[in-house]
């Protein structure tokens, strides 16, 4: 269990890439490998939600944002 090791590979880390990237908070390549670009994106996608500041990916987490999705702060307002 990779999670268990503190952080996982893969396709979690690809998904969380792709949801970051489609976030505005990542701009790096959509590989599978949680390098610094990753885990610095993660831990500003946690620190937008209130979240513990780990940069680790999981599991936990993407099940976090696919939960989230619909409530994701706004990048720019539109209203003033």
Known sequence: NTQAE???????VADIQA???NSG???GRIDGIAG?????AIRKYQKLHALP???I???ILL????TSRGSE??????TG
């Open 6 to 12: 503190g952080g996982s590979t893969g396709t979690t």
């Open 19 to 21: 949801f970051l990237r």
């Open 25 to 27: 908070i990542y701009e």
């Open 36 to 40: 610094p670009k990753t885990r610095t």
């Open 53 to 55: 500041i780990t940069g």
């Open 57 to 59: 990916p999981s599991e």
């Open 63 to 66: 099940e976090f944002m696919n």
């Open 73 to 78: 702060p706004p990048v720019a307002s539109a």
